[in-house]
């Protein structure tokens, strides 16, 4: 039986009921495929067609970014593993069937190695001990890793001899970073970075353009569904050499620079994150790129100040997050009356009530809805969406 085919409900997954991260493990993929399909004919079908979803080839092991949460039992055992759904339990996980395996074999090494180093857990009830969290984010084009370990302190023994020691067991970790995160918080990552080896960030490739990613930076987890998600978002474009693109919410500027690259005159970037900008600065730069600019900004802000100016944008490219777009954003938007508007939305809920809201304030119509499977095994789906004026 192929994996594709494969039913997994029957206990392949060990932590499946207890983790809560893949909720729909209990289903085929094309069971997976077919429920996600009519969530989103559900949600949009009053703005026209759905295309029929896309989905992965071998849905396994795709996630190029993992983080495991560390803590110590009351024996004294060392545990790693995820939040379960909804919670602040860690549920003990050594291999994960949707997160890259080379991840979760670093986060297992580093485990074990805590012990000899004498490094222990950090505890929040005491606010004492050292290691909280490990974020591993590996380049699949590249095969290039960064190691970030999370810490509840600066204060380091023998760090040199640790990094040395989990390089010789992977030679693909490029670069390891110490981030501080001190404070009784739900955030993962503090604001204070120390590199402790190499330059501090990885590369990748997508849609033939070289993209830098750093231990903040937002990088979309599946490369092989982001080639199709960004390739349809290129093509709904229907990009000339003419046309200027507004790309809101760009992270560390996949989507405008790809638009940079392949066709589109002028193209300018806004973000809010600004360990996002620097990187989309230097993406723009490792990949020759003379025709676009970045902005750190928020994007309702931006758009207001843009739609005031007398040139305006040909094409919007929007990827919000998953509350999706702010009202000021929108209205905005409307008011810049760009000829094309490409929404690459995540959470097809907010996006039917964006778009009813540019439907009913607005002479923009939607012309296609491309669904594509970014998360196999979880509920959700990301979408592509071509709005055009009337």
């Not at 229907?238 to 066709?263: F, M, W």
């Not at 002028?266 to 900008?277: F, K, R, T, Y």
């Not at 702010?326 to 760009?338: A, G, H, R, T, Y």
């Amino acid at each position: 039986m192929s994996q594709s085919k494969q039913n997994i409900k029957n206990g392949s997954c060990p932590v499946y009921k207890k983790c809560g991260g893949c909720q729909l493990q209990n289903l085929t993929y094309e069971e997976q495929l077919r429920f996600k399909q009519n969530k989103v004919v559900k949600l949009l079908k009053s703005f026209g067609r759905v295309e029929p979803i896309i989905g992965m080839e071998n849905p396994y092991y795709y996630r190029n970014k993992v983080q495991a949460a560390f803590f110590t039992d009351r024996k004294g055992k060392i545990h790693s593993g995820v939040y379960q759904s909804g919670t602040h339990r860690i549920v003990s996980v050594d291999d994960c069937q949707i997160e890259d395996r080379l991840a979760d074999e670093i986060i297992v090494a580093i485990r074990k190695m805590l012990p000899s180093f004498r490094l222990t857990t950090y505890n929040e009830d005491t606010r004492k001990g050292f290691l909280r969290h490990v974020l591993v984010k590996r380049g699949f084009s590249t095969n290039q890793v960064m190691v970030v370990l999370v810490t509840g302190t600066p204060i380091f023994p023998s760090k040199n001899n640790f990094v040395k020691a989990l390089r010789e067991k992977f030679p693909q970790i490029i670069t390891v970073v110490q981030n501080i995160n001190p404070f009784k918080t739900n955030l993962v990552l503090g604001d204070r970075q120390i590199v402790l080896y190499g330059k501090g960030y990885i590369e990748d490739e997508l849609c033939s353009c070289r993209f830098r990613i750093s231990p903040k930076s937002f990088y979309q987890i599946n490369p092989a569904q982001t080639e199709i998600l960004y390739g349809k978002a290129i093509e709904f474009a229907g990009l000339k050499g003419s046309d200027t693109v507004l790309d809101t919410y760009c992270g560390v500027g996949t989507i405008g620079i790809i638009a940079a690259k392949h066709g589109a005159g002028q193209v300018v970037g806004v973000e809010l994150n600004g360990d996002a900008v620097r990187d989309a600065i230097q993406n723009a730069k490792a990949n020759q790129l003379n025709n676009i600019r970045f902005f750190k900004g928020d994007a309702g802000e931006f758009m207001e100040s843009v739609a005031e100016e007398d040139k305006k944008p040909d094409i919007v490219m929007m990827d919000p997050p998953r509350a999706g777009s702010s009202e000021q954003f929108l209205s905005s938007l409307i008011k810049m009356s760009p000829k094309t508007v490409v929404y690459v939305s995540c959470n097809p809920e907010t996006l039917a009530r964006d778009l009813d809201y540019l439907r009913k304030n607005s002479d923009y119509r939607v012309k296609k809805i491309q669904p594509v499977d970014m998360f196999p095994h979880t509920q959700h789906v990301e979408t592509v969406v071509l709005l055009s004026r009337k």
